[in-house]
């Protein structure tokens, strides 16, 4: 029998809550990513979220890992431009 952990059966909301939660830690004390507005950090970190649960993932040990790599990779590329 296949052993289903608490984060793979978490309704989208609260699986984001947590996944933000656990990437906000992160990105606060980042110095790449620190120095942005919060509401900006924020609104572009949810918006990560809820695609990648869209998409279907439901660890949000990895939910918030590919946020963070999106969010790193979205504020490189507004300041190249």
């Known amino acids: 029998m ?3 952990s608490s984060e793979q059966v978490q309704a989208p909301e609260v ?3 947590t ?3 656990k990437a906000w830690r ?3 004390k980042d110095p790449l990513l620190a120095h942005n507005h919060k509401a900006v950090l924020h609104s572009r970190l949810r918006a990560s979220l809820e695609c ?3 998409n279907g993932e439901r660890n949000a ?3 918030a890992n590919e946020a963070i790599r999106n969010l790193r990779a979205q504020l490189a590329f507004s300041t190249k431009q």
């Open 2 to 4: 296949t052993q289903i």
């Open 15 to 17: 699986l984001v809550s």
């Open 19 to 21: 996944a933000f939660d």
């Open 26 to 28: 992160f990105v606060e």
């Open 52 to 54: 990648s649960i869209r």
């Open 61 to 63: 040990l990895h939910l």
